[in-house]
């Protein structure tokens, strides 16, 4: 007899492919996270993001996946979909809306209006737990109005998360934040209604306790969130770099920082360990792997494939890292059936 399927699960697949299977999948789809150019239609909301694959095309598409009986609806631009226990959307906000004020950038107001209706919709639906955001945006390294655009996206972040009541320390989603070469603002988040775990890194800094030299607001999210969700545990580890307590390492050398990023993942995987008794592991972990310089393709995934070993499985993508002095940035969620 066959085990039922979890609660919530991903899976990956090339664009090609999600598109041939939009029906099979979009019956049981939450959302899904595209890396591709090429339309794909189906009923789950969908974000597909600006950026060139490097390599791993067959893992570009990644649907988010529940066995619960599924709703969809859209409010002021927001695409979500719902089951009983959890909630996926996607939104897109265009920064050319709003103009530069004494107060806030154009891209500061974008961020706030976009956190805003997510928040505002969480809140009037009853999915007050939000487990893991991913956020892209163009330029994320320029300055502009005598600020970095990535510290104007956190001003926004953390007014909207004010604004709405929510707390900016302690338990915060998993998130990361990476630049795209053009497009528009665009996340997509998961949330729900049984509270989970943020884990912070014993190696770092919580990001939320960034000191003011990285901006006037620190970044707004949790180094990994923990779910326990009917009989499964879900671990989401936020976007995670070569950084030793709030500090950049091993300035421009891509190979030290690989290894530093993955013991930086390593840990939090021995934090979630610690605290569930149970053993999630990284050997078999759908890997997706921002790297800034095309031409550090090769040696990264040679230092991720001796480090992960023969089960690597992964994406490289071409994207701007939050910081101009990190060359990498390493993200994946592991699953665990109690």
């Given at each position: 007899?066959?085990?039922?399927?979890?609660?919530?699960?991903?899976?990956?697949?090339?664009?090609?492919?999600?598109?041939?299977?939009?029906?099979?999948?979009?019956?049981?789809?939450?959302?899904?996270?595209?890396?591709?150019?090429?339309?794909?239609?189906?009923?789950?909301?969908?974000?597909?993001?600006?950026?060139?694959?490097?390599?791993?095309?067959?893992?570009?598409c990644e649907a988010w996946l529940?066995?619960?009986?599924l709703k969809a609806g859209t409010?002021?631009?927001?695409?979500?979909?719902?089951?009983?226990?959890?909630?996926?959307?996607?939104?897109?906000?265009?920064?050319?809306?709003?103009?530069?004020?004494?107060?806030?950038?154009?891209?500061?107001?974008?961020?706030?209006?976009?956190?805003?209706?997510?928040?505002?919709?969480?809140?009037?639906?009853?999915?007050?737990?939000?487990?893991?955001?991913?956020?892209?945006?163009?330029?994320?390294?320029?300055?502009?109005?005598?600020?970095?655009?990535?510290?104007?996206?956190?001003?926004?972040?953390?007014?909207?998360?004010?604004?709405?009541?929510?707390?900016?320390?302690?338990?915060?989603?998993?998130?990361?934040?990476?630049?795209?070469?053009?497009?528009?603002?665009?996340?997509?988040?998961?949330?729900?209604?049984?509270?989970?775990?943020?884990?912070?890194?014993?190696?770092?800094?919580?990001?939320?306790?960034?000191?003011?030299?990285?901006?006037?607001?620190?970044?707004?999210?949790?180094?990994?969130?923990?779910?326990?969700?009917?009989?499964?545990?879900?671990?989401?580890?936020?976007?995670?770099?070569?950084?030793?307590?709030?500090?950049?390492?091993?300035?421009?050398?891509?190979?030290?920082?690989?290894?530093?990023?993955?013991?930086?993942?390593?840990?939090?995987?021995?934090?979630?360990?610690?605290?569930?008794?149970?053993?999630?592991?990284?050997?078999?972990?759908?890997?997706?792997?921002?790297?800034?310089?095309?031409?550090?393709?090769?040696?990264?995934?040679?230092?991720?494939?001796?480090?992960?070993?023969?089960?690597?499985?992964?994406?490289?993508?071409?994207?701007?890292?939050?910081?101009?002095?990190?060359?990498?940035?390493?993200?994946?969620?592991?699953?665990?059936?109690?």
């Open positions: 007899m066959s085990s039922p399927l979890p609660v919530l699960h991903s899976t990956y697949s090339s664009c090609d492919a999600l598109a041939l299977q939009a029906d099979a999948w979009s019956q049981e789809a939450l959302g899904v996270i595209c890396f591709c150019s090429q339309p794909i239609t189906g009923e789950p909301p969908l974000m597909q993001v600006n950026m060139p694959v490097l390599s791993g095309d067959d893992t570009a529940s066995n619960g009986m409010r002021e631009g927001l695409r979500f979909r719902y089951s009983d226990n959890l909630l996926f959307g996607v939104v897109e906000q265009a920064e050319e809306y709003f103009a530069a004020s004494a107060l806030a950038t154009p891209l500061q107001q974008a961020t706030e209006a976009a956190y805003k209706k997510i928040l505002t919709l969480l809140s009037d639906l009853d999915y007050p737990f939000i487990y893991r955001f991913w956020n892209y945006f163009a330029d994320i390294n320029g300055i502009s109005h005598d600020l970095e655009r990535y510290r104007q996206f956190n001003l926004g972040r953390q007014d909207a998360f004010l604004a709405c009541g929510r707390e900016v320390a302690g338990c915060l989603p998993a998130a990361c934040a990476l630049g795209t070469d053009h497009g528009p603002l665009k996340i997509a988040f998961l949330a729900g209604r049984v509270k989970a775990t943020a884990i912070e890194n014993p190696r770092q800094m919580s990001a939320y306790q960034y000191p003011s030299e990285y901006g006037p607001r620190s970044p707004t999210f949790s180094r990994a969130n923990l779910l326990s969700l009917s009989g499964q545990e879900t671990l989401f580890l936020s976007g995670t770099a070569s950084i030793v307590g709030h500090a950049t390492v091993h300035h421009g050398d891509v190979i030290a920082q690989t290894r530093e990023a993955m013991v930086n993942l390593h840990t939090l995987v021995s934090e979630a360990n610690y605290l569930t008794k149970k053993k999630f592991e990284l050997s078999n972990a759908p890997y997706r792997i921002y790297v800034r310089h095309t031409e550090d393709l090769l040696a990264v995934q040679n230092e991720m494939r001796r480090i992960a070993g023969p089960q690597f499985r992964g994406i490289f993508l071409r994207a701007d890292i939050c910081r101009q002095d990190l060359l990498l940035e390493i993200e994946t969620s592991l699953d665990h059936r109690i």
